[in-house]
Nanobody, 125 residues
Framework: QKHLVESGGGLVQPGGSLRLSCAASGFRLDYYGIGWFRQVPGKEREGVLCISGSDGITYYADSVKARFTIARDTAKNTVYLQMNNLKPEDTAVYYC??????????????????WGQGTRVTVSS
């Protein structure tokens, strides 16, 4: 059975950094597209960026370009979301998800079949 577990969220001041982790069990992350999404109360879940099994990276939120990066550690079966220069508008619950697709990864939540439980990120002074 496929499981994803996010960690690394917390409270950070504006301009700070956090690294979120998405650890998988029951399957190999490098065979799937892995996406990071975020959601705030009252809004739809938003695609942030993703990495395909073939290492293609796609950004779906223009606001995070040049600030967020994604990387995969195959040995640890973990995908990381490095978030720099965080802003209050980055405050959200962040989720990782797996898509059964090797060469591409989507920004649409309904394309993903497996989800973690989420980790909360709060950017505030």
């Amino acid at each position: 059975q496929k499981h994803l577990v996010e960690s690394g969220g917390g409270l950070v001041q504006p301009g700070g950094s956090l690294r979120l982790s998405c650890a998988a069990s029951g399957f190999r992350l490098d065979y799937y597209g892995i996406g990071w999404f975020r959601q705030v109360p009252g809004k739809e879940r938003e695609g942030v960026l993703c990495i395909s099994g073939s290492d293609g990276i796609t950004y779906y939120a223009d606001s995070v370009k040049a600030r967020f990066t994604i990387a995969r550690d195959t040995a640890k079966n973990t995908v990381y979301l490095q978030m720099n220069n965080l802003k209050p508008e980055d405050t959200a619950v962040y989720y990782c998800a797996a898509e059964d697709s090797y060469y591409t990864c989507s920004g649409e939540p309904n394309e993903y079949g497996w989800w973690g439980q989420g980790t909360r990120v709060t950017v505030s002074s």
